[in-house]
């Protein structure tokens, strides 16, 4: 064994999980909130933009010209990101489908088990949350809102486990607002190990750098990983003189917030990138950036005034030069600003062009740090392609399925397939990109795309390809901004997707039909079922005040609705919520007629779906907005 160790180490000393400590780097993941492609300098696409400190980094790294997220949607595009997986995989495939799984290994994980000290520091929207109502139902009995009309918050207790703390981060400063669940204060001090509430008075995003200033400041003699997921530019929109001072002349209000929010976000990454230079740890940390997804336009930027606390309007930001936005899985909503800085082993000033995905950050991550390969992860490392020393292409494909879309890029070829059966193709590397569907000339291309998307959904949690018709939003989205044209499921006028209001105003807005009673009871009513029972009615509702429902249903041969076939049921008042009702029809029967009684007199009543499921549990309608 002596004679045989000296030709074995060099050997050992190759390989990647054989590396001494001063070889493994710290790493920040800096990930921002439903920014644009178009708003980083450093792309050349916008002029009123000023991000000197991250087209800094961008100089200093390398800048991918395609960079991807997983999702057009910020809980799934997260989920992606923290563990290096399809978070499709798991399930976590939209918001309202957390929290992230307790089975799923994330990023902190990984990196804590070899040594790294861990924080997170900003948003982390992995937990259950209040619109997380199938987990909600199931893992807290007895779950009900509270007085004041708002869905009570998770307890304590059943979101430690989600948390942060719970996740692999030794330190956390967690929380959307400049208000944080913490076990560490802005001036670096610990606070109780399991977390208390911290209130900065600050912005919200100044105080998200001076917690990530802090982290780095205590923790800066160990090998560290840090996660900082700026709450901005999403909504609500606000910022300090001090930012918007940067942005005069005309433009409308929300581009000058988002500019401003997005400055601030740019000073926070330059203090960083200073402190870590004064430190000496420039060529000892990997930085990288990106954002969770595409920013929301509602197609035209309307410049809509701005209500108090969260709005789902424009955000300010932009994604020229794409097509699309946030919720789309065109190149709007899921292609980012993504740039890698680690000095001394990455080129500085590189533009790199082969498509990448943020699911590479816990790859690139994990080797770097000395871990060996895990075939379970997505992502690849992307170090020796961005050095040269990989001239290949680090995906043979990307993919995506979410909401009623699927898509797949392989190379310069893109196919986007609409749950309706709308196929597009797009060649990527043409000036056109998604301007010209090119499906008629390259059918064989679509065919081998369709084939390998096909398979890739076989393999998730659901399987398969989106069935659920289009809502009326993603008609709307697609007609657009890509020319498509699609037909809306049938029915008679003054109805929507044949659904007849009484006493009541229908319209559809941001993806849900909205029931604005008007006198007396209001209830939507559909006809021309033929469904055999027994059948079970699930709603998801939303209403700002709450207050009982019911279903009434006709069976065949009946003439008539009468009080026998009536089930009750209340609305919460608040967030969204599930609603199921089980029809008590017997084998054989069939529903032909049913009525959904809800209460919008008081307050509008959103309607995001509803479902009927027969025999087995299997759905046999259905109906999205």
């Known amino acids: 064994m002596k004679r045989l160790l000296p030709l074995l180490l060099p050997c050992l000393l190759c390989l990647p999980w054989f590396c001494s400590a001063a070889d493994k780097p710290n790493i920040i993941v800096i990930l921002t909130d439903d920014q644009g492609y178009a708003d980083l300098g450093a792309q050349g696409v916008v002029k009123d933009i000023r991000t000197p400190n991250l087209d800094r980094l961008a100089r200093e790294g390398v800048r991918c010209s395609a960079g991807y997220v997983t999702a057009p949607q910020c ?219 595409g920013a929301p336009l509602k197609i035209n930027k309307p410049d809509e005034p701005l209500p108090k606390g969260m709005d789902a309007g424009w955000d300010g930001s932009v994604n020229d030069p794409w097509l699309g936005e946030k919720g789309m899985l065109s190149e709007g909503g899921i292609r980012e600003p993504f740039l890698l800085r680690w000095k001394g082993r990455l080129p500085a000033g590189k533009v790199y062009d082969q498509p990448v995905s943020s699911l590479d950050f816990a790859a690139t991550s994990v080797a770097a740090a000395g871990l060996k390969h895990d075939a379970t992860l997505d992502g690849v490392n992307l170090i020796p392609y961005l050095t040269g020393e990989n001239n290949g292409a680090p995906h043979e494909a990307l993919y995506w399925r979410f909401w009623r879309q699927a898509a797949v890029r392989c190379g310069q070829w893109k196919l986007l397939r609409l749950s309706d059966g709308t196929e597009l193709l797009f060649d990527l590397a043409s000036d056109a990109h998604e301007k010209n569907n090119v499906i008629a000339a390259h059918a064989d291309i679509a065919t081998q795309l369709r084939d390998k998307l096909t398979k890739w959904t076989a393999s998730l949690n659901p399987p398969g390809l989106p069935a659920e018709p289009l809502s009326p939003a993603e008609i709307k989205w697609f007609e657009s901004c890509l020319g498509t044209k699609h037909v809306a499921p049938a029915g008679p006028p003054g109805t929507v997707q044949g659904w007849l209001g009484r006493n009541c105003k229908l319209s559809v807005r941001d993806g849900a039909l909205r029931v604005e009673g008007q006198s007396g009871t209001s209830f939507i009513t559909r006809a021309g079922l033929d469904e055999a029972g027994p059948v079970e009615v699930r709603l998801r509702v939303r209403s700002e005040k709450g207050g009982p429902g019911k279903i009434e249903w006709r069976p065949a041969g009946a003439k008539d609705f009468d009080r026998k076939h009536i089930m009750s049921f209340a609305l919460a008042a608040g967030d969204w919520q599930d609603v199921k009702v089980a029809l008590p029809i017997a084998a054989g029967e069939k529903l032909i007629h049913l009525r959904v009684y809800l209460p919008a007199a008081a307050s509008p009543v959103q309607v995001e779906s509803i479902q009927l499921f027969g025999n087995a549990g299997k759905p046999v309608r259905e109906w999205a907005f």
């Open 75 to 293: 809980v799934p595009s997260r989920a992606g990101l923290m563990t290096g997986r399809y978070q499709q995989r798991f399930g976590v495939d939209r918001n309202g489908r957390g929290p992230l799984p307790l089975e799923e290994k994330t990023l902190a994980d990984r990196l804590k088990a070899v040594g790294y000290v861990t924080g997170q520091v900003g948003k982390w929207h992995l937990d259950p949350g209040r619109e997380d109502t199938e987990w909600l139902r199931k893992n807290i009995p007895g779950f009900v809102p509270t007085k004041n009309g708002r869905p009570a918050t998770v307890p304590r207790e059943n979101a430690a486990p989600y948390l942060p703390g719970a996740r692999g981060f030794t330190d956390f400063f967690c929380g959307f607002s400049a208000n944080a669940f913490a076990n560490f204060n802005l001036k670096g001090e610990p606070l109780k190990p399991e977390g208390e509430a911290v209130p900065t008075g600050m912005f919200r995003l100044d105080a998200q750098t001076e917690a990530a200033l802090a982290f780095i400041q205590r923790r800066h003699e160990q090998r560290f990983f840090l996660y900082l997921a700026y709450a901005g530019p999403h909504t609500p929109l606000e910022a300090p003189e001090k930012y918007l001072s940067r942005f005069p002349g005309p433009m409308p209000q929300r581009r000058r917030l988002g500019l401003a929010m997005l400055s601030a976000i740019d000073d926070g990454v330059g203090r960083i990138l200073d402190l870590l230079a004064a430190l000496k740890l420039d060529e000892k940390t990997l930085v990288v950036f990106t954002s969770d997804n």
